[in-house]
């Protein structure tokens, strides 16, 4: 039997599947499942500084009678704010101490010194690792794309600064120079990317003539080239860990992905549908190491590799480009 463990951020996890931060990541008789299912990791469903913002902001209006004095205002504000904090250390105290795979905790954060003091209490609770979910719509069009760069790279070394267990950091692939953040990242020692987020794309119902929910939140087996080719580029090039995501629907997918050098693969959509994806992914790729003689995912992680590959720039082209010899 091949030996499929991998290592994640440090983290020792029996197989390279995790399951991503989702719906299926947000209560523990979920998170067991996962566990039962096989899942090498697991990351926590993201807490969300906005959604904390405007939930504490509804409930101010409430209670806006109670709470026109600007200290109580204040109190209040920082109580409810607690509350789902708390809320969210509870499920990473139980998931810590129900599962016995590693569990990361992941933020989505806008204000960074809020943010800092809260990493520090999910390291309390147990969290093995922290994920970032870092997505800044860079809409102010008076804002240079190198401020939007800047400020991410600072964001991310003054969580690392802080943190003392692994930092990743989930992003898009939507920077100019994405080599360029990516090698920016690993500089600071963040310690894995994830690549890529797949963000939320909101739509409008053209009855009501209202925004709508995203037209299709899940992904198609079709989406994860783009991870598949940042990955190959890169691995070579860092010293961080790189995660591999979106469209990761099958255990070919994510033999493919080790090839190019990732360490690790997360999946939502696919166990969203059936969580038993898990085993039948561990399935497909045990049986692949065994037809190739392999024995452990270093034996052949990263084979296919940019700084592996005799013939340059096959990862990089961008065209189509028709065989000069032979019928098209
Ligand atoms: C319903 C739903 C909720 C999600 N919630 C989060 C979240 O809280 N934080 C996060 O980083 N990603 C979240 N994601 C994104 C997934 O973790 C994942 O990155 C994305 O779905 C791409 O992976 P996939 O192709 O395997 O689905 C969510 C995705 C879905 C479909």
Redesign the pocket.
Known sequence: MPDLSARYMSLDLRNPVII????LTADIANLRKCEETGAGAV?L??I?EEQIESQVDREMLQNEEYLSHADAALYFENVSKGYYVNEYLKLLREAKKELSIPVIA?I?CTNLSTWVSYIKEFENAGADAI?L?YYPIASAASVEGRTVDRLALDFASKVKREASRPVSI?IGSRYSSLANMIKGFDVIGIDAL?LF??FYRPDIDIESMTLSQAAN???SSH?YAESLRWIALMSGEVKCDLCA?????DGETMIKMLLAGASAC???????KDLSIIRTMCDTLSAWMSRHGFSSISDFRGRLAQENMEETGLWERTQYIKKLSGSN
């Open positions: 991503a931060s989702s719906p990351v469903k993201s969300f992941s989505n994920e979910n989930k994830v987020n797949r939140p899940l992904s989406e995501s979106t469209g990761i629907h997360q999946i939502c959509t696919a166990a969203l």
